[in-house]
Nanobody, 116 residues
Framework: QVQLVESGGGLVQPGGSLRLSCAAS????????MSWYRQPPGKERELVAV????????NYRDSVKGRFTISRDNAKNTVYLQMNSLKPEDTAVYYC?????????WGEGTLVTVSS
């Protein structure tokens, strides 16, 4: 079955960096686009970044452009989110997601807290 497992979250000071990973299994990883979403405390889940199946195309929400980079390693079935210059407003649970046919699959999320 499809599994997505996020890791790499934690507590970081403002201006710091973290790299999130999402390990995928149960499907042909390089056939599908992958996304990172986040859900800040008390708010709705929002799209952060998307990468196409072979990594040729990416897209970001405006608030993270220039600070976050999404990438993938199809040999390792893993998608990454490099987050630099982190701000307190980046605090959220971060999820990876893929859509296969009409079904969305989500990981359980990893918590990122940006605080001094």
């Amino acid at each position: 079955q499809v599994q997505l497992v996020e890791s790499g979250g934690g507590l970081v000071q403002p201006g710091g960096s973290l790299r999130l990973s999402c390990a995928a299994s149960g499907f042909t990883f390089n056939n599908y686009a992958m996304s990172w979403y986040r859900q800040p405390p008390g708010k709705e889940r929002e799209l952060v970044a998307v990468i196409t199946s072979f990594g040729g195309g990416t897209n970001y929400r405006d608030s993270v452009k220039g600070r976050f980079t999404i990438s993938r390693d199809n040999a390792k079935n893993t998608v990454y989110l490099q987050m630099n210059s982190l701000k307190p407003e980046d605090t959220a649970v971060y999820y990876c997601k893929t859509r296969i046919r009409t079904a969305d699959y989500w990981g359980e999320g990893t918590l990122v807290t940006v605080s001094s």
